[in-house]
């Protein structure tokens, strides 16, 4: 039971003169109950990548395996894949449309065939899942903040129960608290409900501190793949292609350079704590 991406290439605006290739022979497998991150620099085919996930996008050539289906047969029932292999967009109001939010998230179980009662059932618990504040179930999704249209839109897709969630960029524009929000409340339900989650992201901090794989694409192909600390390990290689290492990495680098015994592949502010307080303990002790 997995995703899998075999040689998938796409190109936009194919045999003309603004031609571009947004993805070159990607091959990848995402399994069951993982929580990736999936960061690059704008333009390098991480969006373009995961809207082939749940058949947005057709790939130019190569295929799309779900659960050992190939996604391209002809009697696929692509409809089913999207209610199995849900997206939250970057820009939550482009997928809130009803009158109230507690319309909105009962929209995609409905399109499901479910009865009424089921229906109802599920979007209650889909806000209940996301922390939504009851009082705002009735009011128009347009009028709440950026941070609750995030979470309406993810109980939109998490009440169709999905097998894995996608959120491109979930926390582009909001402040630090709101950030921190959303991203405690998807690792919760993670953690909870064990479903895959692909997560894409600018933040190097963010993937740091979330996921537990990393994949980094550059000029439309994996360019690493793998846990945050082999990842971030590659800080030149990284740099190279515009990204950059967490914060906390670039200190323990520092403090290397310096003749401080740390492990210099910390990734989180965590890490580097407890790592800097067991080096200050051996530098104390040398020093009796």
Do not use: C
């Amino acid at each position: 039971m997995s995703l899998i991406v075999d040689k998938v290439s796409y190109k936009y605006s194919t045999g003309t003169a603004y031609e571009v290739t947004a993805l070159d022979e990607v091959s990848l497998e995402i399994k069951d109950g993982e929580f990736i991150g999936i960061i690059g620099h704008t333009g390098s085919g991480k969006s373009t990548l995961v809207q082939h996930l749940n058949g947005i996008l057709k790939a130019t050539s190569g295929t799309v395996y779900y659960n050992g289906q190939d996604i391209y047969d002809k009697d696929y029932d692509l409809k089913d894949l999207r209610t199995r292999v849900g997206m939250v967009f970057q820009y939550p109001e482009h997928q809130l449309f009803e009158t109230t939010v507690f319309e909105d998230v009962e929209f995609g179980p409905k399109n499901q065939g479910l009865d009424e009662k089921e229906v109802a059932e599920r979007a209650y618990d889909a806000l209940q899942r996301v922390g939504f504040p009851e009082e705002y179930y009735d009011q128009s999704p347009f009028d709440l903040s950026g941070g609750q249209k995030r979470r309406a839109a993810i109980a939109g897709v998490l009440a169709m129960k999905p097998s894995v969630l996608i959120l491109d960029e979930p926390t582009a524009g909001l402040d630090p608290k709101g950030r921190n929000e959303i991203l405690d409340m998807i690792r919760s339900m993670h953690e909870k409900s064990h479903i895959t989650i692909i997560l894409v992201s600018h933040s190097m901090e963010d993937v740091a501190n979330y996921v537990d794989r990393i994949i980094v694409m550059n000029d439309a192909k994996v360019f690493l793949d793998g846990t945050p600390k082999e990842v971030f390990a590659h800080s030149k290689d990284l740099e190279a292609i515009g990204l950059a290492v967490p914060e906390v990495t670039y200190l323990m680098l520092e403090l290397k350079e310096m003749g401080w015994d740390v492990d210099t592949t910390v990734t989180t502010v965590e890490e580097a704590r407890k790592e800097i307080l067991r080096a200050y303990e051996v530098k104390k002790s040398a020093s009796k």
